[in-house]
């Protein structure tokens, strides 16, 4: 309670009364962010450009590279936060701390960038979703199964029509689901991490020096305007455990 009265407080300093009730716990409000991420799906949604368009040194770097970017943003808007929990959040910082004379449309631009932001990430997520379902039938049919377009869009309207349900869902309830997903995303990560490199057969294992040095290029290339296309290796099962690992 006293940390609620203190973010009171806090927002009374800034001329806003509080009006959103306060219903997710520390771990929950973490689970938040941490289920929006969805390691393990977010990493799947792309293996079809990184994989054949880079290998799996495209993936560790890029990973790697991008999550120290990423962490300065991350801390940023962290510190904002903290110093200014507002609903409005991104666009009242940029408010706040801009300058009065392009204040107002910078703050709407912000606005507008991150609802359309919000829009398409929920869009892109639940394409990425449907495709993995439809792949995930194909592999457990033995490719005897390929999904047409209208049946993935099927699917991409389902999970839409969901999970427009459950944002509908009250605050008290949306916090509660975010312990059940917590549990999830950390199952399905150890099952990646530990359970498939433990499963998988030596011969399907690559060394170190390939899961961190390995490039693969399966593009099409123009050379001396003939349009020539370099021949590309299967890559082997083994690389996504070793990335994985």
Known sequence: MSVIRNDENLLASLGYKQEFQRHFSLLEVFGQAFNTFGTVPSLISVLIYAVPYGGTSSLVWGWAVGSIFVMFVGLSIAEL???APTSGSLYYWTHSMASPRC???????VGYSSTVGNIAALASTDWACAVQITAAATIGSNGSYTATNAQTFGIYLALLLCHAIIGSLGTRILARLQNVYIFLNVALCLSIIVALPITTPSE?????SFAFGGF???NTHLTS???RTKSCRQCPAGQMVMLLL
Not at 103 to 109: D, K
Not at 204 to 208: D, H
């Open 216 to 218: 693969t290029n399966c």
């Open 103 to 109: 204040r107002n449309l910078l703050a709407w631009i």
């Open 204 to 208: 399907y294992r690559n060394n170190a």
């Open 81 to 83: 936060g903290s110093a």
């Open 225 to 227: 305007n003939r349009v």
